[in-house]
């Protein structure tokens, strides 16, 4: 009997052993030990990279953001209250507007003056609804003003003239022409102020299925006629560049631009690329599986090839880095919520897309000295939007609290970061389990964003700051059980920040990251 029980509680110390080995080689594999350098400051993190899309597509401008003056829902102007209060706080800095494929069919005359008398047409690029053109250049100046914003106009190229272009900018921003005079007495005397100005949309596309060179013939006459008369406000034109990989319109664009003659100059090179998993678009907004979430996320995580492969040949010709590389289009492009207009490009928002969203926004930190404005698709009710309306109720998705946390790394300074970012695995794919970013605001604050990928597993990063070392740190976390939540207008705040939870270890800080996450920090020496 007492060899039997010495028997057994070898074999319980034996299990006792195994199970505690175990339980320190998974707590190892889940550590990630991170260091912050920041006597090593980069690039400064453009503000502009925080940018939105607001484009004449579903709802996202009519009942979106415009209800008109008339409407019991609270607005200013008819713009909505409450879609304004969610944008200014998360300080957006830039909107583009009025397209997308929508631009190339715009003309800006057909909405300026009374609103009876405006001419409505039809929205053939989505749904073939009607264009009442009660939301034009006025309306618009008016949204980014009451947001704070600046204003990204694409002017019309596909189906326009440099002449419409150009008169459509001097009615903007001209102080004493007779342009100026019928802006006055539409009802805005003063210059607007236009920081950005587009020649074209998808040149290459929708907007004329243009060879790279013949769009460059376009370009230069555009951008010669294109005069900013507001000295206000220093203005950048932004020409059409590529489609995803294509290097036609890099290389076309930039080898003209290194040898232009004094008439015609740009600041920045437009980029278009979204996470589709090919097309049309099918992926599922909710009720998806692991295999569709890495899928999609494996495909995200392209941008940081993408923009390397682009930035490269910028820089052959501007090694200066002049011209910004402009993604003004990116995003989740998902199936269509079922039930709505499908050329009305609605879709839920998941913790997924919160996910992929962080991933881009720090791809496009790391690489903040040639990109400097991104735009994503789009601001409210189309593709991944930061809000969602229905009638007098707003929501804001998971990926406008990722926008909301990321606000301190507005103009800030990059901070280089070094980690063992781990594996995430799921059947053939591979992909970094953590990502991170690290930045010093315009106040001297320090801030650390983690991404962790995997949806299964929790994480641990230990973070150590150098030179010196970290007392504390406060933030919050974006997670919930399932990587396809969605917040509802029954249940507005299903997945929401939460305070994280950080010890200190020495002169260093834990961090939990919960699976399928994302969490901001502000470090505290």
């Given at each position: 009997?007492l060899?039997?029980?010495?028997?057994k509680?070898?074999?319980?110390?034996a299990?006792?052993?195994?199970?505690?080995g175990?339980?320190?080689?998974?707590?190892a594999?889940?550590?990630?030990?991170l260091?912050?350098?920041?006597?090593k400051?980069?690039a400064?993190?453009?503000?502009?990279?925080?940018?939105?899309?607001a484009?004449?597509?579903?709802s996202?401008i009519?009942?979106?953001?415009?209800v008109?003056?008339?409407?019991?829902?609270?607005?200013?102007?008819?713009?909505?209250?409450d879609?304004?209060?969610?944008?200014?706080?998360?300080?957006?800095?830039?909107?583009?507007?009025p397209?997308?494929?929508?631009?190339?069919e715009?003309?800006?005359?057909?909405?300026?003056?009374?609103?009876?008398?405006?001419r409505?047409?039809?929205?053939?690029?989505?749904g073939?609804?009607k264009?009442?053109?009660?939301?034009?250049?006025?309306?618009?100046?008016?949204?980014?003003?009451?947001?704070?914003?600046?204003?990204?106009?694409?002017a019309?190229?596909g189906?326009g003239t440099?002449?419409?272009?150009?008169?459509?900018l001097?009615?903007?921003?001209?102080e004493?022409?007779a342009l100026?005079?019928?802006?006055a007495?539409?009802?805005?005397?003063a210059?607007?102020k236009v920081?950005?100005?587009?020649?074209?949309?998808?040149s290459?596309g929708?907007?004329?299925?243009m060879?790279?060179?013949?769009?460059?013939?376009?370009?230069k006459?555009f951008?010669?006629?294109?005069?900013?008369y507001?000295g206000?406000?220093k203005?950048?034109?932004?020409a059409?560049?590529p489609d995803?990989?294509?290097?036609?319109?890099?290389e076309?664009?930039?080898?003209?631009?290194?040898?232009k003659?004094?008439?015609w100059?740009?600041?920045?090179?437009?980029?278009h690329?979204?996470?589709?998993?090919?097309?049309?678009?099918v992926v599922?907004?909710?009720?998806?599986?692991?295999a569709e979430?890495?899928?999609f996320?494996?495909?995200?995580l392209?941008?940081e090839?993408?923009?390397?492969k682009?930035?490269a040949?910028m820089?052959?010709?501007?090694?200066e880095?002049?011209?910004a590389l402009?993604v003004?289009e990116?995003?989740?492009?998902?199936?269509p919520?079922p039930?709505?207009?499908?050329?009305?490009l609605?879709?839920?928002n998941?913790?997924?897309d919160?996910?992929?969203?962080?991933?881009?926004?720090?791809?496009?930190?790391?690489?903040?000295?040639r990109?400097?404005?991104?735009?994503?698709?789009?601001?409210?009710?189309?593709?991944?939007?930061?809000?969602?309306t229905?009638?007098?109720?707003?929501?804001?998705t998971p990926?406008?609290?990722?926008?909301?946390?990321?606000?301190p790394?507005?103009d800030?300074?990059?901070?280089?970061?070094?980690?063992d970012?781990?594996?995430?695995r799921f059947q053939?794919?591979?992909?970094?389990?953590?990502?991170?970013?690290?930045?010093?605001?315009?106040?001297g604050?320090?801030?650390l964003?983690?991404?962790?990928?995997?949806?299964?597993?929790?994480?641990?990063?230990?973070?150590?700051?150098?030179?010196?070392?970290?007392?504390?740190a406060?933030?919050?976390?974006?997670?919930?059980?399932?990587?396809d939540?969605v917040?509802?207008?029954?249940?507005?705040n299903a997945?929401?920040?939460?305070?994280?939870?950080?010890?200190?270890?020495?002169?260093?800080?834990?961090i939990?990251?919960p699976?399928?996450?994302v969490?901001?920090?502000?470090?505290?020496?």
């Open positions: 009997m060899n039997y029980l010495s028997s509680a070898g074999t319980a110390l299990l006792v052993t195994v199970l505690l175990s339980a320190l080689a998974y707590a594999e889940n550590s990630i030990a260091t912050v350098d920041t006597a400051p980069g400064t993190i453009d503000r502009h990279i925080f940018g939105q899309f484009e004449h597509l579903g996202g009519y009942e979106g953001i415009w008109g003056h008339d409407s019991p829902i609270p607005n200013t102007r008819g713009i909505r209250n879609v304004v209060a969610a944008l200014k706080a998360i300080q957006v800095p830039v909107v583009r507007w397209g997308g494929c929508f631009a190339d715009y003309h800006w005359r057909n909405g300026i003056g009374p609103a009876d008398k405006r409505a047409g039809v929205n053939g690029n989505w073939n609804v264009e009442p053109n009660t939301f034009g250049t006025h309306e618009f100046m008016d949204l980014v003003e009451q947001i704070g914003a600046e204003a990204y106009i694409s019309n190229v189906s440099p002449q419409e272009s150009a008169e459509w001097e009615y903007l921003t001209a004493d022409s100026a005079q019928e802006r007495a539409n009802g805005h005397p210059p607007y920081a950005f100005w587009g020649i074209g949309n998808e290459w929708c907007g004329g299925a060879s790279a060179e013949h769009y460059l013939s376009q370009l006459i951008s010669r006629f294109s005069r900013n507001n206000a406000q203005m950048q034109q932004i059409v560049g995803g990989g294509d290097t036609a319109y890099t076309t664009i930039m080898k003209a631009w290194k040898n003659v004094w008439s100059d740009i600041g920045g090179l437009s980029l690329s979204y996470t589709l998993n090919g097309w049309p678009p599922k907004a909710t009720g998806f599986g692991e979430y890495a899928k996320i494996h495909e995200t392209g941008m090839g993408l923009i390397g682009h930035a040949i820089d052959q010709y501007d090694p880095k002049k011209v402009v003004d990116w995003g989740a492009w998902l199936a919520t039930g709505t207009n499908p050329g009305f609605m879709q839920q998941s913790q997924r919160a996910i992929l969203a962080a991933l881009n926004l720090n791809i496009f930190a790391r690489h903040a000295d990109v400097r404005m991104t735009n994503i698709a789009q601001m409210i009710n189309v593709l991944q939007a930061m809000i969602l229905d009638k007098e109720k707003m929501l804001l990926t406008y609290h990722v926008y909301k946390m990321y606000v790394f507005h800030a300074t990059l901070i280089p970061v070094r980690f970012a781990g594996t995430y053939e794919l591979s992909m970094p389990r953590v990502d991170a970013i690290a930045a010093r605001d315009k106040n604050q320090l801030w964003a983690l991404t962790n990928l995997d949806q299964n597993q929790a994480a641990k990063v230990n973070v150590a700051l150098l030179p010196g070392g970290t007392a504390s406060v933030g919050q976390t974006l997670s919930s059980a399932r990587i939540a917040n509802t207008f029954a249940t507005p997945v929401a920040p939460v305070a994280v939870n950080i010890r200190a270890v020495g002169k260093s800080l834990s939990p990251l699976p399928g996450s969490t901001v920090v502000n470090l505290r020496p």
